[in-house]
């Protein structure tokens, strides 16, 4: 399973740090990914890391130069570190893990967090 944490309400050009712990499977061998939901809206791809070293990342066009995505085998987590935050991030933010790639909302990943919201004021 996976556990997300680390949202909250923060004003616009602030950061936060979400994090995902992941239990049940075996994470290294996995590709991550972060998804966002606003309110209304679809669910939407925000950014990916690759299984083992995660040498490979990949980010939605909205959020390039602004969010990182990493992970840390050792403590079974990844992590999504967000600057520079816009109203328009406001959202739910779930990570999904998957052996299959690329993992996206309609590859129907293996594994889904609960959810942890992000608000961000004007």
């Known amino acids: 399973q996976l556990q997300a944490s680390g949202g909250g309400l923060v004003q616009a050009g602030g950061s936060l740090r979400l994090s995902c712990a992941a239990s049940?499977?075996?994470?290294?061998?996995?590709?991550m990914a972060w998804f966002r939901q606003a309110p209304g809206q679809e669910r939407e791809f925000v950014a990916a890391?690759?299984?083992?070293?995660?040498?490979?990342?990949s980010y939605a066009d909205s959020v390039k130069g602004r969010f990182t995505i990493s992970r840390d085998n050792a403590r079974n987590t990844i992590y999504l570190q967000m600057n520079s935050l816009k109203p328009e991030d406001t959202a739910v933010y779930f990570c999904?893990?998957?052996?299959?790639?690329?993992?996206?909302?309609?590859?129907?990943?293996?594994?889904w967090g609960q959810g942890t919201q992000v608000t961000v004021s004007s």
């Open positions: 999904a893990a998957d052996y299959r790639v690329p993992i996206t909302v309609a590859s129907k990943p293996q594994y």
């Open positions: 049940g499977f075996t994470f290294s061998n996995n590709a």
């Open positions: 890391i690759s299984w083992w070293r995660g040498t490979r990342t």
